[in-house]
């Protein structure tokens, strides 16, 4: 099972960097040499993530790059192919393009209102996106968007080609992932709905597709850290958003658990293995630690050690 890290780890403080692309890349390569097997960048209002994950993948060698996620809605697929072409041939092969829809309010509030139904938007995007990759052409005539080109759209380099996964939590998520693309990327999913609700469902869409087992990539918080109470205290204002948000507020309730900070692992090195363990067993290919940096700048560096580790022996 492959372990990764999403940068960055602490947004705050990335803001005060003289320099936030020299500083995510200097993370990447700390990430590198404790043994983490990727690096994924998220996508906010500053940095671009895919521009960033293919510079990285060229100053560090030896590790896995992706996103996690790339909201679609201000992306044209045909532009998002060619970003993530451009990372890929970049990477020599070691990009994984992570997308989402975002927050429904967190759209609107951005770029407008959303005319069309956003399960449909995201199936016709992935599918704009997916014959962009495997063909270098597309000609789509959707109901949500309209994706054509008059000339090829291959970047020389970018193979294999580009995996896609989609952030996902509910069941129609779930199955554009499982039809679409390549796999999910799960988001506040505890390991027991891991087990009994999200793997079997994308398995069993893909299977249905005739798709291959789908990569499961989930998105889970921990730090290894003394000081619990201070830790547990910024997970909780940090993410107190999620548990407003239905489709976040159902996986927090299949798992049974009221406060979304309950799913972050805060406390010793035992702990943290203990649910790298939990979410192995429940089914997951793969794991991208957020939160890591709830803690002091040395325990950041402890859990990134020991993500290693185990991501080695894995």
Known sequence: MRIGVALPTDHHQLSREANSVDTLIGQVRELADAGVSAAWFTQRFDHDAITVAALAAREVPGIDIGTAVVPIYPRHPIALSMQAQTAQAASHGRFTLGVGLSVKSFVEQTYGPTPHPRVRHLREHLEAL?????????????????????????????????????????????????????????????????????????????????????????????????????????????????????????????????????????????????????????????????????????????????????????
Do not use: C
């Not at 069941?171 to 709905?193: F, H, K, M, N, V």
């Open 130 to 314: 997916r014959s962009l990759l495997e063909t270098g052409a597309v000609d789509l005539q959707g109901d949500t968007l309209v994706a054509r080109t008059s000339l090829p759209a291959t970047v020389p380099g970018a193979r294999p080609r580009v995996p896609v996964l989609v952030a996902a939590a509910g069941e129609q998520t779930l199955r554009a992932a499982a039809e679409l693309a390549d796999g999910a990327l799960p988001i506040l999913s505890g390991p027991r709905t891991l087990a009994e609700y999200t793997v079997p469902t994308l398995t069993r869409y893909a299977a249905a597709a005739g798709r291959p087992a789908p990569r499961v990539a989930a998105i889970v918080s921990g730090v290894v850290t003394a000081d619990v109470a201070g830790a547990r205290a910024r997970a909780e204002e940090d993410m107190a958003y999620y548990a407003t948000l239905p489709a976040y507020r159902a996986a927090l309730d299949r798992e049974g658990v009221d406060d979304p900070a309950d799913l972050v692992a805060i406390g010793d090195e035992e702990l943290l293995a203990a649910q790298v363990a939990a979410y192995a067993e429940a089914g997951v290919t793969e794991l991208v630690y957020t939160q890591t940096a709830i803690g002091s700048p040395e325990d950041e560096r402890r859990t990134w050690k020991l993500l290693g580790e185990l991501a080695q022996r894995a």
